[in-house]
């Protein structure tokens, strides 16, 4: 997704509105990570399989060299 993209996870987090801000390495596909102030908490959310909704696409932005 576009940086700045706004998306949830409404299985999970209900209503709650995350914004994309990076992107995982190309070697992984169709994945997301969330995340979180402390390993711990990242470890026992664990790898989930859920539904990701758009709520308002961000644009894309191209470097000018």
């Known amino acids: 997704y ?3 993209t706004k998306i949830r996870f ?6 709650k ?3 994309v801000e990076d992107r995982m390495n190309v070697r992984y596909k169709n994945r997301l990570d ?3 102030p ?5 470890r026992r ?4 399989n859920i539904k ?3 709520v308002e696409e961000g644009k894309v932005e191209v470097a000018s060299l």
């Open 2 to 4: 576009p940086f700045g």
């Open 10 to 15: 409404p299985e999970v987090y209900q209503d």
């Open 17 to 19: 509105i995350f914004i």
């Open 34 to 36: 969330i995340w979180f």
């Open 38 to 42: 402390h390993h711990s908490d990242a």
């Open 45 to 48: 959310f664990g790898l989930k």
């Open 52 to 54: 990701v909704e758009i």
